[in-house]
């Protein structure tokens, strides 16, 4: 990195900065300043959240662009989103405050933007962020010229100097001076700065060949990540990393049940999911997962729930039950679906983004916290719970004077408080209570129901209820997949609904928006917005087999190619070309809480393939993965999700064609071996549903050509549509499909 302006501004200044998310929904108490303030009338949450901010506040957009220019005004950017617990700190503190915006008003042109709809202008400041700071998080702050390069960067920074960070009105001043009395080397820095921004972005290229070895360094740097007391793969915070488990899984059956390295696979993968499901990052009264775990032990969670956690939470409790049997991870997804479909689901279909970690402690008053809604004192529990409260608060770990672990509330704002975290196993409460394991469970989930109902009646976390496609396309995949694994048809339906209101609602003139509220959002998909709602689609085509699905997955991966593949280095671009704004078209290179656009439309390639045997798919997928080649090599565990598409490329490929009536019991019979059965690399169709296979591949013409066999439902288990003896007794199914 050139020397820059950064380094101008503050240079005796220390940034320790941190992935800092959470929020609250406090409607904020600062006059109105809609006068000046532009915000009001967005349909994003976020932006609309800070409406009322004496700060005159404008969207991103060539009106506040022009402002800058014309005014020759650096831009103070704000980014954030709605249940962002530093965000709403940081807004309280400065963007509420007379004085503070008074300065920003005077020497900035304020932007704020919603990283949630517009996840291109987040990775790209985000990328600069972390590239001059070392880390980065929300809300992130950063100071551009006129003309959007950025030149001075962080994330939260407090009212007065503290926590290592500037006190944020000193800051405003002495950038504001720094862009009086050195605009030209600001400039000319931002100007070098930018510049290998865009460099580094492509430097990390493909190799032009596959890393033969990237799933086997995978693999060890996860062992050697790997808490083994705690499960998970850090110290703290403790992240779930859904992408992670996903690979894990995926390598434990490639690599056979038995084998040394599927063993500890599956074990890893197991071992967290299982102390995450007992632990508090779990809600274990009303489901669904929280953000993280701010400790080891996942006792103490950020009380933030986000969409894209319970979706992708949701498949790995299925992945892992289908490969271990493990009842408690079918009751995992199971809890967390049916959270998302009573909290979550908007009355269109579509389902909402997040809800809040931080609610009022009392209706009517203006003090809030973190984790009001969740959290209990012992007193409280007592009184709800009357005879049984000992026994609950022995199986629950709660404790007379709260029972956070030590170190994990620094703040003391979980004094005398208790997340709820299962510390009895059944057979554990059996022997406490002198019942049968059956009587006990019993006495738990009433005592469960009575708190349910007592914490509904507290004031509500706030609720983010746009509806972002990507998002909801990894819900889609949970509940399609739920109802494969669980056999609910309620998850289907729930499925169903969500995808055609996408359909109907965010696919305009042959292209996808980014989100929906009060209305379809002007915002263009973005590349996860495609790849995540064309596995929805291809998950939900294996629940029902309706061609529909199947065929709305090709046009959108059609438009997909069309719009964000990168020609020359192979992979997708984030965002489409043509934005003058977006100064650096970028790919994502992680799989971090999000796995990376690329990553899934690779495995989306090879599953389109596969169904159709359209030879360029798998072609297209073997550029994308090989188009991050050097991060595999140097880096494999950063794309975890990737290297399962790396495993589709190695390992030989099933399809697996059922035949016979789909309402009948010996065909559903049939297909429940093969949806309680995890098969990585595998397709499943069903030969009456691939009747017009025709206009779309001729696999699923020669699908549409297997028959059930003399009226009986049949089962045909192939590689390459070279296929074994058919089979029709459920029992001979499993046993074909465990050699």
Not at 58 to 63: L, S, V
Not at 522 to 547: C, K, R, W
Not at 567 to 585: H, M, Q, V, W
Not at 589 to 600: F, K, L, M, R
Request: glycine content about 8%.
């Amino acid at each position: 990195m050139p020397p820059n302006a950064y380094r101008l501004v503050v240079s005796a200044l220390v940034l320790t900065t941190a992935r800092l998310c959470d929020a609250q929904g406090v409607p904020p108490h600062a006059p109105p300043h809609m006068n000046r303030n532009l915000l009001a009338l967005e349909k994003s949450p976020y932006l609309v959240q800070h409406a009322h901010n004496p700060v005159h506040w404008m969207p991103w957009g060539e009106a506040a662009f022009e402002k800058a220019r014309n005014q020759n005004k650096p831009i103070f950017l704000s980014i954030g989103y709605s249940t962002c617990h530093w965000c709403h700190v940081m807004a309280h503190e400065s963007f509420e405050d007379e004085a503070t915006a008074a300065i920003l008003n005077q020497s900035f042109v304020c932007i704020k933007v919603d990283r949630e709809e517009r996840p291109d202008v987040d990775r790209l400041y985000m990328s600069y962020v972390q590239a001059t700071t070392g880390s980065g998080g929300w809300p992130m702050s950063v100071w551009l010229t006129p003309d959007l390069h950025p030149f001075f960067g962080g994330t939260y920074f407090p009212p007065a100097d503290r926590f290592n960070r500037p006190g944020f009105p000193a800051l405003l001043k002495r950038i504001a001076e720094a862009w009086t009395t050195d605009r030209p080397r600001i400039v000319q820095s931002a100007a070098e700065t930018l510049a290998s921004l865009a460099e580094s972005s492509k430097a990390a290229g493909g190799t032009g060949t596959l890393p033969g070895g990237a799933l086997e360094a995978g693999f060890q740097n996860l062992v050697q990540q790997y808490d083994e007391e705690y499960g998970g793969f850090a110290k703290a915070p403790k992240f779930p990393r859904p992408p992670s488990l996903f690979f894990l899984l995926q390598h434990a059956s490639l690599s056979g049940a038995e084998s040394r390295d599927g063993k500890i696979a599956a074990g890893m993968a197991l071992h967290t999911l299982r102390n995450m499901y007992l632990g508090g990052m779990h809600d274990q009264l009303g489901g669904g997962f929280h953000r993280y775990s701010v400790d080891r032990l996942w006792h103490v969670p950020h009380y933030e729930k986000m969409l894209y956690d319970q979706a992708q939470l949701a498949c790995a409790y299925l992945e892992a039950h289908q490969l271990t049997g493990d009842v408690l991870c079918a009751q995992a997804a199971r809890s967390t679906l049916e959270y998302v479909a009573r909290e979550m689901t908007d009355a269109t279909g579509g389902f909402h983004s997040a809800e809040d970690a931080d609610s009022l402690f009392e209706h009517g008053k203006p003090e809030h916290g973190e984790g009001a809604y969740y959290v209990w004192t012992s007193g409280e529990i007592d009184s709800l719970l009357g005879n049984h409260s000992a026994f609950f608060k022995q199986v629950y770990a709660v404790e007379p004077e709260g029972n956070s672990p030590a170190g994990s509330d620094p703040r003391g704002e979980l004094k005398g408080k208790n997340t709820l975290v299962r510390r009895r196993s059944p057979s554990e409460a059996a022997a406490l209570s002198s019942l049968t394991e059956q009587a006990s469970e019993t006495i738990l989930s009433s005592c469960r129901e009575k708190l349910f109902a007592a914490r509904a009646a507290r004031p509500r976390p706030h609720r983010d209820d746009k509806i972002l496609t990507a998002w909801n396309g990894l819900m889609i995949s949970a509940f399609a997949r739920g109802y494969g694994v669980l056999g609910q048809d309620a998850y289907l339906t729930a499925a169903r609904r969500a995808a055609l209101f996408l359909k109907s609602a965010l696919w305009k003139d042959g292209t996808l928006r980014r989100s929906y509220r009060q209305g379809p959002g002007e915002v263009a998909g973005f590349s996860e917005d495609y790849a995540f709602l064309i596995q929805g689609l291809l998950d939900l085509f294996e629940a029902d087999f309706q061609p529909e699905w199947l065929s709305w997955a090709l046009e959108l991966q059609a438009v997909q190619d069309r719009l964000f593949w990168d020609a020359s280095g192979g992979g997708y671009f984030s965002s489409a070309s043509g934005d003058s704004a977006l100064l650096i078209r970028m790919k994502e290179d992680h799989d971090g809480a999000e796995p990376a656009a690329s990553s899934v439309a690779a495995r989306n390639l090879l599953r389109l393939a596969e169904i159709t045997g359209h030879a360029e798919m798998r072609e297209r997928a073997t550029k994308t993965v090989q188009a991050f080649g050097t991060v595999l090599e140097r880096a494999p565990a950063a794309l975890p999700q990737m290297l399962q598409s790396l495993g589709g490329l190695q390992a030989p490929w099933r399809q697996i064609v059922i035949a016979g009536d789909l309402s009948a019991p010996d065909t559903r019979a049939l297909l429940a071996v093969v949806r309680r059965t995890h098969l990585p690399n595998t397709i499943l169709l069903h030969a009456g549903s691939a009747s017009d296979g025709k206009k779309i591949g001729e696999r699923l013409d020669a699908a549409s050509h297997m028959p059930p066999v003399d009226g009986r439902a049949t089962a045909y288990v192939c590689k390459d549509f070279s296929c074994q003896a058919p089979v029709f007794e459920p029992k001979d199914l499993e046993a074909l499909l465990k050699k």
